[in-house]
């Protein structure tokens, strides 16, 4: 039987770009049969269209579902969905497809049949390609990746990309520890899988810049400081599995 995969967008007002990202993933996974593909759609609150797209989707492809949050969060949503699949590896990406989608069967793998418990999309590795990103937050993402760098040691390096898979084992022990609710999240998962001793593979990806990106870099590079520093002189829970 295929291992079970389940691909959660998380999504807030992006009833423009979803048709766009539902339809390009399906194709794709068709070309894999290997696994079992379900797509999760994770409505973090959006008021414009996006719900009555979503319905549509699912009514076109069989396999895509929908998880609504009213409370705001891409943490928050992520985690919720995590938590509350099924499925053997459960992966996520933005719904822009930034990062080129011809590396998930690479970062599928590696959680089903490598061992790895963590899988992350690196756009710092070698092999890596980043295309159009504009200076300002190419020195601030690498700025902060230093930063974990020098306050942790990481075995990763880039701790930001929205291309990310876990084992069912990280998502349940790992979720339930992580506080933040927002896109210091990301970082969170990786500081304490770390911790934890969980595996992690970084996988060399292909990125080009949305220059339609939600992320406000100032007080997102402020938050994710703090948490930083909430995981360093804190501590960092360790989960019990």
């Not at 790992?174 to 609710?181: G, S, T, V, Y």
Request: hydrophobic content about 40%; charged content about 30%.
């Amino acid at each position: 039987m295929p291992r079970s995969v389940e691909i959660i967008i998380p999504v807030l007002n992006e009833e423009r770009a979803l048709p766009l990202c539902i339809d390009t993933l399906i194709e794709f996974t068709a070309g894999h049969p290997d696994y079992d593909w379900k797509i999760t759609v994770a409505d973090n609150g959006s008021t414009d269209t996006t719900p009555e797209v979503i319905a549509e989707l699912g009514k076109k492809y069989p396999n895509v579902g929908t998880l609504r949050l009213e409370q705001r969060g891409r943490g928050r949503a992520l985690k919720r969905a995590w938590l509350d699949s099924d499925a053997d590896v459960r992966c996520y990406m933005d719904v822009d497809l930034s990062t080129d989608i011809k590396a998930l069967p690479e970062l599928v793998g590696a959680i089903a049949n490598e061992g790895y418990d963590v899988a992350i999309g690196s756009r710092l590795s070698k092999g890596s390609q980043v295309i159009g990103r504009k200076l300002s937050r190419e020195i601030t993402s690498r700025g902060y990746n230093l930063l974990i760098r020098l306050m942790f040691w990481p075995s990763f390096r880039d701790a930001q990309c929205g291309f990310k898979a876990v084992s069912r084992r990280a998502a349940e022990n790992l979720m339930p520890l992580i506080k933040d609710n927002a896109w210091f999240m990301d970082t969170e998962m990786l500081l304490l899988a770390q911790a934890a001793g969980y595996r992690i593979k970084q996988v060399p990806v292909r990125w080009v810049d949305d220059p339609d990106t939600r992320v406000k870099i100032a007080s997102t590079a402020w938050e994710d400081v703090k948490g930083l520093l909430r995981l360093r002189f804190k501590g960092r829970p360790k989960p019990a599995g």
